[in-house]
């Protein structure tokens, strides 16, 4: 089987673990552990099929991982972001080089605006006195969608998938 179309069945199954962490996400404002792991666990099947090299390809991916895995922690202590969410993106930062992980950052961030505007909205519409609960893995699935369907998986690695 040639690398790219295991580069592209990996992205495929990357995509569904989106669309399965927003839907959870939604429906019970949770995204399982199992789902986050699962996307972890992948990366390094991905790495391989993508030709990466341990020095420096890997190496930066962990670099940019471990980086993401503070600030958001950071961010998780107080109170500004659910777990599963943290996990999610310090998942996905295992798969994306850094500039489509700043991609997907940026998209993350426009989406999880309008969410909260909409939601707040809403919030208000309906007189609601709870505290409002932000399905956030809706933003960041949208973000990570958003940069699967506008890569080209085959070009990323000019020279080592093929």
């Given at each position: 089987?040639?690398?790219?179309?295991?580069?592209?069945?990996?992205?495929?199954?990357?995509?569904?673990?989106?669309?399965?962490?927003?839907?959870?996400?939604?429906?019970?404002?949770?995204?399982?552990?199992?789902?986050?792991?699962?996307?972890?666990?992948?990366?390094?099947?991905?790495?391989w099929?993508?030709?990466?090299?341990?020095?420096?390809?890997?190496?930066?991916?962990?670099?940019?991982?471990?980086?993401?895995?503070?600030?958001?922690?950071g961010?998780?202590?107080?109170?500004?972001?659910?777990?599963?969410?943290?996990?999610?993106?310090?998942?996905?930062?295992?798969?994306?080089?850094?500039?489509?992980?700043?991609?997907?950052?940026?998209?993350?961030?426009?989406?999880?605006g309008?969410?909260?505007?909409?939601?707040?909205?809403?919030?208000?519409?309906?007189?609601?006195?709870?505290?409002?609960?932000?399905?956030?893995?809706?933003?960041?699935?949208?973000?990570?969608?958003?940069?699967?369907?506008?890569?080209?998986?085959?070009?990323?690695?000019?020279?080592?998938?093929?």
């Open positions: 089987m040639n690398s790219v179309t295991i580069v592209y069945g990996l992205v495929a199954g990357l995509a569904i673990a989106l669309l399965i962490a927003a839907i959870t996400d939604i429906r019970r404002r949770q995204i399982d552990n199992w789902l986050n792991a699962t996307v972890a666990l992948a990366a390094p099947l991905f790495w099929a993508s030709g990466l090299s341990l020095w420096p390809d890997i190496a930066l991916q962990l670099g940019i991982t471990i980086v993401t895995f503070a600030v958001l922690t961010l998780f202590a107080l109170r500004a972001m659910g777990g599963g969410d943290v996990k999610l993106l310090t998942a996905l930062a295992l798969w994306l080089p850094w500039t489509l992980f700043l991609k997907l950052l940026l998209i993350m961030a426009l989406a999880g309008v969410l909260t505007v909409v939601l707040g909205m809403w919030h208000i519409a309906h007189r609601r006195k709870d505290h409002l609960k932000i399905p956030y893995g809706v933003a960041i699935a949208l973000g990570g969608l958003w940069v699967i369907g506008t890569t080209d998986w085959a070009a990323l690695h000019v020279g080592t998938l093929g």
